[in-house]
């Protein structure tokens, strides 16, 4: 886990209402004082407990050892993490999400679907009533101060196996919807597809307030791009940090318009040859 900065969006993705903007006493920022995260001093923007059988004892199929979740939590909370966003990825993990972010306070989630995903909304057999599920589940989350974000959304077309770009587009765009009606910001997913995520976010830029493009590995110029939305951040994680080239690209993100995150179990910073 790792220091973040305080930027304004922590307001949002810790659930609480926005007031007013004024000098921050703790940071000697200006910026919304509801929530500062250099009072948090640690805040994971993204774990995904509910998505990956890790977190079940399962690797490869197998039942490796009884599911650690809560142990997982407990390292971070004693590591200084003061809070963790849990993603959801469907309907389905969005739900999960809700539930885990409810047996704890420290504990925040998002309601989405993952661009892979985005079959689910055709294969439900009525694409507009599993939108309405996803916006009852906002509805929920939100009243009880645990929905921070719309998302885990956006475009992956490094693995159109699992979802034809064209369904992708079409479900990104729709969950802006989900994000307007809610007032929530978009908490963003981009892989391969930085002309068209960038269409898509240019098309609906009146219609969500801020967000972050999580898990950030693309060349200078996608990040250029990215920057160019005022209201955007971007999410830095190990998978940003893989080689020379990415560190470059890294260095050119100002750090008030960055995040961190662990997208755990999945973007750890290991040591390789970048670090030599």
Not at 43 to 70: E, R, T, W
Not at 200 to 209: P, Q, T, V, Y
Request: hydrophobic share 40%; proline share 3%.
């Amino acid at each position: 886990m790792a220091t973040i900065r305080m930027i304004d969006i922590a307001v949002n993705f810790t659930g609480q209402s926005i007031q007013q903007t004024l000098s921050c006493p703790n940071c000697f920022q200006t910026h919304i004082l509801t929530n500062c995260f250099i009072c948090f001093w640690l805040f994971d923007l993204q774990i995904k407990p509910n998505s990956d059988g890790m977190f079940k004892g399962m690797y490869n199929g197998k039942q490796c050892h009884i599911a650690d979740i809560a142990t997982v939590l407990t390292r971070a909370w004693s590591a200084g993490v003061d809070r963790i966003i849990v993603t959801g990825g469907s309907l389905e993990e969005s739900r999960e999400a809700l539930a885990i972010a409810e047996t704890d306070a420290r504990l925040f989630c998002t309601v989405g679907v993952h661009p892979t995903r985005c079959k689910e909304f055709d294969e439900s057999g009525d694409p507009e009533k599993h939108f309405q599920a996803l916006l009852s589940l906002a509805m929920e989350g939100v009243e009880k101060g645990k929905v921070v974000a719309v998302g885990e959304c956006g475009l992956d077309y490094d693995r159109l196996h699992f979802c034809p770009f064209e369904i992708q587009k079409k479900y990104f765009e729709k969950q802006f919807e989900l994000a307007y009606a809610m007032k929530l910001p978009m908490f963003l997913h981009m892989r391969a597809a930085a002309e068209d995520f960038c269409d898509i976010l240019e098309r609906n830029k009146d219609r969500f307030s801020t967000g972050v493009t999580h898990s950030f590995t693309g060349s200078a110029d996608d990040r250029d791009k990215l920057l160019s939305f005022s209201n955007l951040f971007i999410g830095v994680n190990g998978c940003s940090l893989k080689n020379a080239e990415n560190l470059d690209v890294v260095k050119g993100i100002p750090v008030e318009r960055m995040m961190i995150e662990t997208d755990s179990p999945y973007c750890e910073i290991k040591n390789t040859h970048c670090w030599d």
